[in-house]
């Protein structure tokens, strides 16, 4: 690997910037691609978003009979779950099964402890200041499941000014009409609610905490692993609140 390439792609890592080394099999000529940042692209780009958005490297042949090695970069996994609740203990277990680094962000010493959540980072801090310290990425999924717009509401507003991957909150409909009532008045839009999870988790029927753990990690997976699919669900699911709200 050529020096400058090397070099690149080690600030490109430290930058927990998702990136792709494509090495031609025949030649050894290495480039870097960054499909989460580029829309559409060749054949090439789009063979590198699929193992990046799989995390498997792989060789691929192009159409061109050329046969590429794309070696996956991304970032670690990371789930920040905001609310040292019910649902919080089995989600975090899951999602470090699932391969996240988990924090949880809850300034009420009496729920977020060591006893509750063995071997998972705990922030003790306001949601927001939680936010700051945890620096979420385009790798990270974020959960708020405490039901108190004290806690949930400044998370979200710091959330939804970076690119994380997933956000979800626990809440019923109206709860979450609520939310975004109270998200519209600092600012934000529709292009931003339809990035929000809400209620959070699958439509499965859950009924207690681990049963709503699983719902919620079977949304973030599909939020990862089909992303495309993901937003399109989203936007279906705020489009038939939106015309349930004008039929009442």
Request: glycine letters at 8%; charged letters at 25%.
């Amino acid at each position: 690997m050529k020096t400058d390439l090397l070099a690149q792609l080690l600030l490109d890592r430290a930058a927990k910037r998702q990136v792709v080394l494509a090495t031609d099999m025949a030649t050894g000529d290495g480039q870097l691609l960054y499909p989460a940042e580029t829309a559409g692209g060749d054949e090439l780009v789009a063979a590198a978003r699929r193992v990046m958005v799989a995390d498997k490297s792989g060789i691929v042949e192009l159409a061109d009979g050329r046969r590429v090695f794309l070696h996956v970069h991304n970032p670690a996994l990371r789930m920040l779950i905001v609310g040292a609740v019910h649902i919080a203990q089995p989600l975090s277990q899951m999602a470090v099964l699932a391969g996240y680094d988990v924090a949880i962000v809850d300034p009420r010493r009496e729920f977020a402890s060591q006893d509750r959540f063995p071997g998972v980072t705990i922030i003790d801090a306001w949601p927001d200041d939680g936010v700051d310290q945890f620096a979420p990425d385009r790798r990270t999924a974020i959960v708020t499941l405490t039901h108190d717009p004290k806690l949930d509401d400044p998370a979200l507003i710091k959330v939804l000014r970076t690119d994380v991957f997933y956000i979800g909150c626990l809440g019923s409909n109206r709860t979450h009409g609520k939310r975004l009532e109270r998200l519209a008045a600092e600012g934000f839009g529709e292009a931003d609610f339809a990035r929000i999870h809400g209620p959070v988790g699958l439509d499965i029927g859950a009924k207690s905490p681990a049963e709503i753990a699983i719902s919620i990690m079977g949304e973030i997976t599909g939020a990862l692993r089909r992303p495309a699919s993901a937003v399109a669900k989203t936007v279906a699911k705020a489009a038939a609140k939106a015309a349930a709200k004008a039929a009442e």
